[in-house]
């Protein structure tokens, strides 16, 4: 099945899927500043380090916001790419939407187990005017999904503006050393650390998964996998990347490009129960008994916690039994949430409220809000 | 030449030690197998159809029905049935009728699928812990929706569709009265009430004694329109254009004259003793933007408060077909699979025209998405739904839900003797004979399709609580949940599942 990745490993030598197993976890941290204020990587790492025991080796990553300032009216596009060949193609593919304003290979440390990491590539995008008749959000979705169609020799880290996702198979704290993430400051910060239990562990393969302007971190199975990606063929998504985290990213996609709050995305992916939706009274009633019905397909079902980082803010979200953990901490102006407390507690040891998400409730934090975060 | 060259199918053994001599084998046969003379049984069991039912009802075990194995001689490739059914042709110079669905052995793509549990990654969820909900809504969806507030106070702009609710994704197949009797449409009429599912009124009207049933009605409008009016189709939750049926493609039907005593005449609005004929295609949809007439006809009749549904049979072009009704205004696809029931139908239509469920709605389904129109309607499946993993299976293939008939009726009795063009039913549920129609209590039938339904609901829930879901919406189209056994690729790939040892 997997075949097509061998060429790309070399199984003796390189970390990968099937090779270690570690009876764990996956890890998810996320922290933003709801002043702006920037916050350097290495604090996401920290968290992270601690949770080392909740991955196995088979992928990490993190994505920062606000880290391009000097660049922040273009798209980003971090791109992956297996050899010069699939670059040379990639690049075919931009053009055809964008502008490439600059281009750089992403600074990396090519040492121990990554000196033959794939090539990391970042484009500064501004798009066509030729284009202009599909929206620009239409735009990224197009190009992505026929970049990632050529997966595994090339896929889309991430192609939002202000913002870089930065991944790759390896413990998240040798990510962050291989990306030199402690050289960025962000205002808000996610990372994963990755433990995959049911798809190939490859570099496009690691969270965070991203599209447009949203990122989002995964610990989970989701077992609706199959029937959400039914539901988003219908709207020309494709799924390519073979892992269920991939409709996460363009669930949400799809539905922000509906007007959805991110409050409603909360309520499609973790629905009120039938009997709890019974005991609601109008008009309350009628608007999530119409989102159960329309968007149905892309109810998330089995464990799961997730955060997903977007422009200006953060998402928390656990399944609707609570069977994947999530804990969210205050300090100030930060707003830490984690897998586990412990890592809170290595980066701000005496936050000053410390939960667990309730599942099915959503924590969404947003910068310059006069609260840190609400409860959907 | 002797009188006739068919050999007789089943031999009926009477135990004399055992016999009382009741006569209940002789009070219960609807065929006239077993009479009483004299002190002295006579046994005409050329006539036995192996329905079972003398068998049954014996009160000592004394009867015993066989197949006549004596005869003929073994040919590969003249079967016996083909045989019989040549030399029953030869001599009556008719096309052989004959009931419920197709009973040759061609692939049964549900017995080469295998379903989906979670271990360790995702824990599997006791569905008696836990809530686990089956609940369906079939009808058209919007595109999407509109809202006003801001984040967290959003309120719904406008209002959806109408819908029908069902308590879990299965419903009772269509089945006219005059098809079947008075108290077998009861029966399933108060099971569905109890358990807030649908059943169907069939071809035939609907009779009045099912009125405090019709919030969980659907009402069918077929080629020959019986019983159609307006109260009619303001009776039920949903209306059913009945284009095909999966026993017969492209055929019509036909209840003789004789069948149609005053109760059936009066529900179908026919005068009494004159033939019901359903015409083949109804004559006035030659084609599909006659067929979104008749949609919008019978919206406009009923004020758009009924979501409308059209019936098809699986042919080969189903798919394109599917998406010609979903494209015309059709609120839900209703598509009847080669094994689906009737009471008569030709037993060579029935035999050889058509295709198996399972391949049809993943045709339906993939063509759908493919166009992009998937989500805005609702898909039904029927036609071949044996047990409760059939049912997970379909759904996990595409479909929103799926029809139950033959199964319904076995949970009445029924035994597939197959007889049910006959009227003689002895088991009281393909018959209007009043003597054979009260062995049917509606108020016992319901409670065992009552029952029925209730454990495959269990048996659902305990199924998507072992795959780790715990909502039926996350099954539908979950195509990752099944693989294949014992399938070539081309069929894997027609199903869209992969090989049972491939994982995601």
Redesign the interface.
């Known amino acids: 099945?997997f075949s097509e990745y061998r060429e790309f490993y070399d199984y003796d030598n390189d970390i990968c899927e099937g090779k270690v197993r570690i009876p764990s976890?996956c890890a998810i941290a996320g922290l933003i500043n709801r002043e702006s204020k920037k916050v350097k990587g290495d604090t996401i790492a920290k968290m992270m380090a601690v949770m080392h025991e909740r991955s196995n080796g088979l992928g990490g990553g993190f994505a920062a916001y606000g880290i391009y300032p000097e660049h922040n009216t273009d798209y980003a596009f971090h791109l992956l790419f297996m050899d010069d060949q699939s670059k040379k193609e990639v690049e075919a593919i931009l053009v055809k939407g964008f502008r490439i304003e600059d281009q750089q290979e992403i600074p990396v440390r090519r040492v121990g187990a990554h000196r033959n990491a794939p090539l990391v590539w970042r484009y500064f995008c501004s798009p066509l005017d030729k284009e202009r008749e599909i929206t620009e959000e239409d735009l990224l979705l197009k190009t992505t999904m026929r970049i990632n169609r050529m997966a595994p020799r090339a896929s889309v880290m991430s192609c939002g503006k202000n913002l870089g996702v930065f991944k790759g198979v390896g413990y998240p704290e040798e990510i962050a050393e291989f990306y030199r993430i402690d050289e960025y400051q962000g205002y808000s910060w996610i990372g994963h650390g990755r433990f995959p239990?049911?798809?190939p562990g490859w570099w496009g393969g690691a969270h965070p998964f991203s599209l447009g302007e949203t990122a989002v971190v995964h610990n989970?199975?989701l077992?609706?996998?199959?029937?959400?990606?039914?539901?988003l063929?219908?709207?020309?998504y494709e799924l390519s990347l073979?892992t269920?985290t991939e409709v996460l990213a363009y669930a949400i996609h799809y539905l922000r490009s509906?007007?959805f709050?991110?409050?409603?995305v909360s309520k499609v992916f973790a629905?009120p129960?039938?009997?709890e939706h019974e005991r609601m009274e109008e008009?309350e009633r009628?608007?999530y008994g119409?989102?159960?019905?329309?968007?149905?397909?892309l109810?998330m079902?089995?464990?799961f916690s997730i955060i997903v980082a977007f422009s200006g803010g953060l998402m928390a979200l656990n399944d609707?039994?609570k069977?994947r953990p999530l804990v969210a901490g205050e300090a100030g102006a930060n707003l830490f949430l984690a897998s586990e407390e412990a890592a809170i507690r290595r980066v701000c040891p005496q936050p000053e409220n410390l939960w667990s998400l309730k599942g099915g409730e959503a924590l969404?934090s947003r910068v310059e809000e006069e609260s840190a975060c609400?409860v959907? | 030449m002797p009188r006739s060259l068919i050999q007789q199918e089943f031999l009926v053994k009477r135990d004399e030690e055992r016999c009382i001599e009741c006569k209940v084998c002789v009070r219960q046969c609807g065929f006239g197998v077993h009479e009483y003379q004299d002190g002295k049984f006579i046994l005409n069991d050329h006539n036995c159809v192996n329905c079972q039912r003398c068998v049954i009802m014996c009160p000592t075990g004394a009867l015993e029905i066989l197949e006549n194995k004596g005869v003929p001689r073994r040919n590969a490739y003249w079967s016996e049935h083909s045989v019989r059914d040549l030399r029953r042709q030869a001599e009556s110079g008719g096309s052989l009728l004959t009931g419920m669905g197709c009973d040759r052995s061609y692939p049964i793509y549900f017995d080469h699928i295998l379903l989906n549990a979670?271990q360790?990654?995702?824990?599997s969820?006791d569905p008696l812990r836990?809530?686990m909900?089956v609940?369906t809504?079939l009808g058209v969806?919007?595109d999407?929706?509109?809202?006003t507030g801001?984040?967290?106070q959003?309120?719904?702009v406008g209002s959806?569709p109408p819908?029908v609710k069902l308590e879990a994704p299965v419903m009772f197949s269509a089945m006219s009265f005059g098809s079947i009797s008075k108290n077998t449409a009861l029966s399933m009429a108060r099971a569905a009430a109890e358990l807030g599912i649908m059943f169907n009124t069939g071809e035939g009207g609907m009779h009045p004694d099912l009125a405090p049933y019709q919030d969980n009605m659907i009402v069918q409008v077929a080629s020959g329109r019986f019983g159609v009016d307006s109260t009619y189709l303001n009776s039920g939750r949903m209306v059913e254009i009945k284009i095909g049926q999966g026993a017969k493609p492209g055929i019509g039907g036909h209840l003789p004259g004789e069948k149609v005593k005053e109760e059936i005449a009066v529900t179908r609005g026919i005068p009494q003793g004159a033939d019901a004929i359903s015409p083949a295609p109804h004559h006035d949809i030659y084609s599909i933007e006659d067929l979104r007439q008749l949609i919008y006809t019978l919206k406009e009749a009923t004020n758009y408060q009924k979501p409308v549904s059209v019936k098809i049979a699986a042919v080969h072009n189903v798919a394109a077909i599917a998406s010609g009704i979903a494209r015309a205004g059709a609120d839900i696809i209703t598509v009847d699979g080669l094994r689906g029931g009737t009471g008569a139908a030709p037993k060579m239509i029935r035999d050889h025209i058509g295709l198996p469920i399972e391949l049809a709605i993943s045709a339906v389904?993939r063509r759908?998405?493919?166009e992009?129109?998937?989500?805005r309607v609702s898909l039904v499946a029927a036609g071949g739904i044996r047990c409760s993993a059939d049912l997970v299976k379909i759904i996990?293939l595409?479909a929103d839900a799926a029809y139950i008939g033959t199964a319904a009726l076995l949970a009445l009795g029924c035994h597939l003797c197959q007889k049910c063009y006959t009227g003689n039913c002895s088991w009281g549920i393909a018959t209007q004979d009043p003597y054979l129609t009260r062995r049917i209590n509606p108020e016992l039938g319901a409670e065992r399709l009552s029952n029925l339904i209730k454990v495959w609901i269990h048996e659902l829930k305990e199924f998507m609580g072992a795959?780790?879901?715990?909502?039926v919406?996350?099954?539908?189209?979950?195509?990752?949940?099944l693989r294949g056994v014992g399938l070539p690729r081309n069929e894997l790939e027609q199903l869209g599942i992969k090989q049972a040892g491939?994982?995601?």
């Open positions: 099945m976890g239990t049911n798809t989970g199975e077992s609706s996998y199959g029937a959400n990606k039914s539901f063929e219908n709207y020309g073979r269920d509906q007007g709050s991110w409050d409603l629905p129960h039938w009997v008009p009628e608007l119409a989102l159960r019905r329309v968007y149905a397909g109810l079902n089995g464990p609707r039994l069977l969404i609400h959907a | 979670s360790v990654s995702n824990p969820i836990e809530p909900e609940r809504y969806k919007p999407k929706l509109s809202f801001t984040p967290g959003e309120r719904l959806l819908v389904d759908l998405r493919q992009g129109i998937r989500e996990c595409g795959m780790g879901i715990n909502a919406e996350s099954l539908r189209g979950n195509r990752l949940q491939e994982s995601m």
